[in-house]
C-alpha cells in the first residue's frame, strides 16, 4: 500500500520552501527550495525549489494533499479603522494580527478627508472598518464609510462593526465600486470580543484576491491551494497541538516565538485568565488565540532598534561586549542585513540579540498586575493575558533553529522577579520547531488532524535544560 504524502508549500518574501511529509510515519521525506519569484512567475522559484526536493528524493511522490501558504511580497498587508481606541479599534487590530496580517496602520474615532487620503495611498491588501456595538454607536463607521469611499480605496473592505449599520455601511463601499464583505461585529457588546468571523472573511478574502495580487495563482493547478497566510498557519499549527484529537492529547495552552529578521512573533493559545484569587480583570478581553508582531525587533532589519530597546548599557553587560565592539557589529549587519555570524564572537552577538528581542516582545505581548487603591483598600488588576501557568513554549525562526544558544534565546520568555508584574511563563518546557514543522502542521490541520499532530510530535523537540532554572530553584518541567 502507497503511504499518503503531502506537499507543503511556503511562498515567502525570499524563498519559496517546501517540505514533503509522509503522513503515515509523519516524518520529513525532504525539504527544497527555491528564489521567490513572485514579482515575474512564481512558477520559476517553484521549479527550482521542487529541483531542489526532487534531487534528495530521486523522484517527486504523487502527493496526496499539495498545500500552500504565503508571506510573499511582505505578507498579508492591512489596515483597521475602529471607533475607540481601546476597544472596538483594538479588537479590530487584534483580528487582524490573528489572521496573519501585517498590519500597516491602526486607526480610531473619524476619520478626516486627509487621513482616508493617507490611507488610500498606503495601498493595503485588505481594510478592516470595525466601530460601535450592535445597538451601539453608528454615526462614527458611517461616516468612516463615507471619507474611505471617496478616497477611493483600492482594496477590499472587510465590515465587522454596529450590525445595524453594516449593510448600509456596506451599500457606500459599493456604489464606489470597492469590494466589500460583511462579518460578524468584532465587539457585539461592550467589553466582548468576538474576531474569529473577521478572521475567517480576512482569510477568504486572502484566497480570493490576494493570491491573485501576489501572483501565486500562476501556479494554482499544481497545488490543491493557497490556504492561508503563514502566519496563520503557524497559530493554526499552534492551535491543534494545544486542543489535540481523538488520536493524540491535547498539549494544552502553549506559546509560539517566531524569531525573524524583520518581526519577533508571539502567539498564545490560551485563555489568559486570573490564576491566582483576589485578582479583578480588567480592560478588553484578550483572544484565546493571539497573535503579536513587533516589527522593531527584528533581528537584522532593527538590530540597533533592539539595543535601544533594552538600553546600551545593560545591553552590554548582558552580551559581555564593550559598546565599541557592539557599534561595529550593529554597523555590519547595517551594511549588510542577509549577513550570517562567521565567527564565535558574531554568534554570541547575535544570541544577546536574540535574548533581547524575545524578552521584550514577551514583555509586550503578556498581561500585567497593577495594585490599585480603591475603597475598599489595594486590589490587584490585572490586564492582558496571564501566561504564567503555561507549560509549553515552542521557539522557531533561524536563529533559534540554527544557532548555537537556542535554550538560551528561548529562557528569555520566562517570569522574571525583576520585573513581577509581567505575567510571564514561570515553569515551562521549552521546546524548538527545528523542522520549521509549524506552518505544515497548520496547513494539515483540516485535511489530515491527526497526521499533522504525529508530525509535529515527531519534529518539535525538547530543548535543553533551561539556564535561567538555577535562579528560580526548581527543575524544568518535563
Known sequence: MTAETALLIDFGSTYTKLRAIDLDA????????????????VNVGLDAALCDLEKQLGVLPDFTHRLASSSAAG???????????????????????GAG?????????KLTEKDAAAIAAQAPDILLLAGGTDGGNEETIRWNAEKLAAAKLGCPVIVAGNRVAADDVADTFRDAGIDVRICGNVMPEFNVLDVEPAR??????????????????????????????????????ARLLAEGS??????????????????????SIADGE????????????????????????????NARTIVETVGLENFAD???????????????????????????????????????????????????????????????????KDLTKI????????????????????SAVLFDPAEAASLRPKRPKLMIDSAYALYAVGLLAGVAPDAALRFAHNNIAAAAANPKDEHHGHSPAA
Do not use: W
Open 391 to 410: 507549560e509549553t513554549v515552542i521557539g522557531t525562526g533561524g536563529v533559534l533553529v540554527h544557532g548555537d544558544a537556542p535554550d538560551e534565546i528561548l
Open 101 to 109: 496580517a501585517k498590519l500597516i496602520g491602526a486607526h480610531a474615532y
Open 274 to 301: 486570573a490564576t491566582e484569587g483576589g485578582v479583578i480583570q480588567y480592560g478588553l478581553p484578550e483572544p484565546y488565540a493571539k497573535r503579536t508582531v513587533e516589527g522593531d525587533l527584528g533581528m537584522r532589519h
Open 200 to 237: 475567517a472573511a480576512i482569510r477568504d478574502v486572502f484566497i480570493e484576491r490576494i493570491v491573485h495580487a501576489k501572483g501565486i495563482d500562476k501556479a494554482e493547478a499544481r497545488f490543491d491551494a493557497v490556504l492561508m497566510p503563514t502566519p496563520a498557519a503557524v497559530m493554526e499549527g
Open 26 to 41: 509523519g516524518t520529513i521525506l525532504g525539504a527544497g527550495q527555491g528564489p521567490s519569484t513572485v514579482t515575474s512567475d
Open 246 to 267: 481523538d488520536a493524540y492529547p491535547a498539549q494544552g495552552p502553549l506559546i509560539v516565538v517566531d524569531v525573524g529578521g524583520a518581526t519577533t512573533d508571539i502567539h
Open 318 to 384: 548582558e552580551s559581555g561586549f564593550d559598546a565599541e565592539t557592539i557599534e561595529s557589529f550593529l554597523a555590519a549587519i547595517e551594511a549588510d542585513v542577509e549577513r550570517l555570524p562567521s565567527n564565535d564572537d558574531e554568534t554570541r552577538f547575535d544570541t544577546a540579540l536574540a535574548c533581547a528581542a524575545v524578552g521584550r516582545a514577551m514583555v509586550r505581548h503578556a498581561g500585567r498586575i497593577e495594585i490599585k487603591q480603591s475603597v475598599t483598600g489595594p486590589v490587584t488588576v490585572q490586564y492582558g
Open 75 to 97: 505578507g498579508l498587508a492591512m489596515i483597521t479603522v475602529g471607533l475607540v481606541k481601546e476597544l472596538t479599534a483594538e479588537a479590530a487590530r487584534l483580528a487582524a494580527l
